[in-house]
């Protein structure tokens, strides 16, 4: 398994640079989305890591009804 991914992806690499460094340090990350769903669960807790940068459609087959979305893609990209 690479370290890497296998597109070059400056917000990708950012991310997982930033979980590494987390990982190496044992640091507590709280990965968000939108941030909608805070109210649920305890408190959060960790450093706040946002996806929105990873945003984007990655696939989409509509005579299968499928839809890959990256991790912070907003619903509102999907419409249409």
Do not use: H, W
């Amino acid at each position: 398994m690479s370290d890497s991914p296998a597109v070059d992806d400056p917000a990708l690499d950012a991310l997982i640079e930033r979980v590494q460094q987390a990982r190496a340090e044992r640091r507590t990350l709280c990965i968000r989305g939108g941030n909608t769903k805070a109210f649920y669960g305890g408190e959060p807790r960790g450093e706040p890591l946002a996806m929105g940068a990873l945003c984007g459609i990655s696939s989409y087959d509509p005579t299968e009804l499928v839809v890959t979305a990256r991790a912070g893609t907003l619903l509102a990209a999907c419409d249409g």
